[in-house]
């Protein structure tokens, strides 16, 4: 099997904002991703995007947009009336912390920070569920108790 192209991880995955080029900037802002690519066609309408967070990687698009057919089924949940279309699970250095940043920085956060045993065969986890200005569910954890070994 061949190896993923430079600095691209082994799965990633596209979120579609109908005004992408403002949530890059949030996401940027209130979750901590960095952007390593950012290309604007007629508009400024965003065609791709790559932004990081220490190693991992997601592409944000404009719904529409040069892709045309192959973006039609593409849709923000603004646009399904709040409908999740997927969500996104990012490990931080500090759950709470990062919690109170994306509140401050406009996230609604509809599951507080928590710590969840899931027993001794996977352990345990601190996390935090966030909703984006257009809908789309971000989840943020850290293990705070590994599997138990024998």
Not at 117 to 135: F, S
Request: glycine share 12%; with cysteine.
């Amino acid at each position: 099997m061949q190896e993923p192209h430079k600095d691209w991880p082994w799965i990633s995955s596209a979120v579609f904002y109908e005004d992408a080029a403002t949530a890059i900037d949030w996401i940027c802002k209130a979750f901590g991703f960095e952007v390593r690519l950012r290309i604007e066609g007629e508009g400024g309408r965003i065609e791709h995007s790559e932004l990081t967070y220490h190693g991992g990687l997601i592409m944000v698009g404009s719904v529409g947009g040069k892709a045309g057919a192959e973006r039609s089924q593409c849709k923000s949940p603004r646009s399904l009336g709040g409908a999740n279309t997927q969500s996104l699970c990012v490990y931080v250095g500090d759950v709470d912390a990062h919690c109170a940043h994306a509140r401050q920085a406009g996230a609604k956060i509809v599951r507080e920070p928590t710590t969840d045993d899931y027993g001794d065969d996977y352990g345990a986890i601190r996390a935090y569920e966030a909703v984006d200005p257009e809908g789309h569910h971000w989840w943020f954890m850290r293990v705070t108790r590994g599997p138990k070994t024998t």
